[in-house]
């Protein structure tokens, strides 16, 4: 404690050097701290967002989740045949005892639904879904109930909605057994869904669902690629369930032994994946530059440490004179190099929060504190300390006592 006492003391007498000092090692820490923040707040809004399919499922659809190479590749995908309900029927049979669940979904966007003299805004999703779309895509019926097996064959006219719809329409009504219209069609209300909240600012309840059947007598059977959603009994055989959906629906789609797919497979996990390899850049290019203004900071320790030992020679020799040995002396110039280090370095850390958090929050993602990054920090901090702070506590701790008190 008495070491590091003077070490403070010797800090507050000089306190624009310090100052300087400690705000080179800030600015590096920052700069790592702040990119780190902003980086794990969006993955993690950006994880909720992606999330939408349900525990080991996975999704089969017309295109891949990601399309690059301008409108040459476009066109090749849309060129693709789409998925028909036929396909998804051969799939669900060959699956059969493989997987949980197997459904197929279709969505029409852009559309008005209408209650009376109110309606909505003309953005609501409308999808058209099996029974097994519900637990794959992870959507809970709140009040009311889901449509039946009975229903689904029968092209019942019933419709489950989300809680913006519900919200938009009917406020505080309770909407079950009313009647809504969807492009003049007249469906009867029988459920509401949970809510599921909001990704960078954008409403994941502002969609509305019905039968598989009762969509396709609405809007046509062949007018659009149908999704197919499947999850698996366990953790453990859900790769090896995407692989055999994979060769059973190249087999249906009759697409020749070498030829690339005609058609795309993705998850939570392969969205994320895709994600944290365009952040892994952008978190080295931090990185690098945080680097370099730390090592800028650390010859600045160096440097102050350095000229500290000149102006207090005469104070080292009185020490040693008095007792102090080898090992007290260089410790306490360490201890100042360290203490300069996690001064700036906490400073950084903590602004280095605070704007990550606030550029997070301007794009309405949910606050987070990258521990890990915290933790690589305050590492970093001691290392330079220690690193540049060695050789001038090594040159204090080795003055003769006899010329330092001759020193002037």
């Given at each position: 404690m008495e070491i590091i006492k003077v070490a403070l003391s010797s800090l507050k007498a000089n306190k624009l050097r310090s100052a300087l000092t400690i705000l080179g090692i800030a600015v590096g820490i920052f700069s790592i701290i702040t990119v780190t923040t902003v980086v794990t707040v969006l993955q993690g809004s950006i994880e909720n967002a992606v999330s939408s399919l349900g525990k080991n499922t996975f999704q089969i659809q017309k295109f891949p989740i990601q399309v690059g190479?301008?409108?040459?590749?476009?066109?090749?995908?849309?060129?693709?045949?789409?998925?028909?309900?036929?396909?998804?029927?051969?799939?669900?049979?060959?699956?059969?005892?493989d997987a949980l669940a197997v459904a197929a979904e279709q969505w029409q966007y852009g559309k008005i639904i209408e209650y009376g003299n109110k309606e909505t805004n003309p953005n609501v999703q409308v999808c058209g879904a099996t029974l097994g779309t519900f637990p794959n895509n992870n959507w809970i019926v709140d009040k009311g109930r889901l449509f039946s097996t009975q229903e689904m064959q029968r092209y019942e006219d019933v419709i489950i909605l989300g809680t913006d719809v519900t919200k938009k329409l009917?406020?505080?009504?309770?909407?079950?057994?009313?009647?809504?219209?969807?492009?003049?069609?007249?469906?009867r209300i029988i459920g509401i869904l949970k809510e599921q909240g909001s990704s960078f600012g954008r409403s994941q309840d502002n969609f509305a669902v019905m039968p598989l059947t009762t969509f396709q007598s609405l809007y046509g059977k062949r007018k659009r690629s149908i999704n197919i959603t499947v999850s698996s009994h366990s953790k453990e055989d859900y790769k090896d369930l995407i692989e055999k959906a994979r060769g059973y629906f190249r087999t249906i789609r009759k697409v020749p032994a070498g030829e690339e797919d005609d058609f795309g497979i993705f998850s939570n996990e392969s969205i994320m994946g895709q994600i944290n390899n365009i952040t892994k850049g952008v978190k080295i290019g931090a990185i690098a530059i945080g680097l370099i203004a730390l090592?800028?900071?650390?010859?600045?320790?160096?440097?102050?440490?350095?000229?500290?030992?000149?102006?207090?020679?005469?104070?080292?020799?009185?020490?040693?004179?008095?007792?102090?040995?080898?090992?007290?002396?260089?410790?306490?110039?360490?201890?100042?190099?360290?203490?300069?280090?996690?001064?700036?370095?906490?400073?950084?850390?903590?602004?280095?929060?605070?704007?990550?958090?606030?550029?997070?929050?301007?794009?309405?993602a949910t606050a987070a504190i990258p521990?890990?990054?915290?933790?690589?920090?305050?590492?970093?901090?001691?290392?330079?300390?220690?690193?540049?702070?060695?050789?001038?506590?090594?040159?204090?701790?080795?003055?003769?006592?006899?010329?330092?008190?001759?020193?002037?």
């Open positions: 190479g301008g409108h040459s590749a476009r066109a090749k995908y849309r060129n693709r045949k789409d998925i028909t309900i036929e396909e998804y029927q051969k799939l669900k049979t060959k699956l059969n005892g009917f406020n505080f009504i309770n909407p079950i057994g009313k009647y809504v219209k969807v492009d003049g069609h007249k469906l090592l800028a900071a650390g010859i600045g320790i160096m440097n102050i440490m350095l000229v500290s030992v000149t102006e207090r020679t005469k104070e080292i020799g009185i020490r040693k004179a008095i007792g102090a040995r080898r090992n007290n002396i260089l410790v306490q110039f360490l201890s100042e190099a360290v203490i300069l280090s996690l001064i700036g370095g906490i400073i950084g850390i903590v602004l280095g929060l605070v704007v990550g958090n606030l550029a997070g929050a301007f794009l309405k521990v890990n990054w915290v933790v690589i920090g305050v590492l970093l901090c001691v290392v330079v300390g220690v690193g540049f702070g060695t050789y001038p506590a090594y040159k204090a701790a080795n003055l003769d006592p006899i010329e330092a008190l001759r020193h002037e």
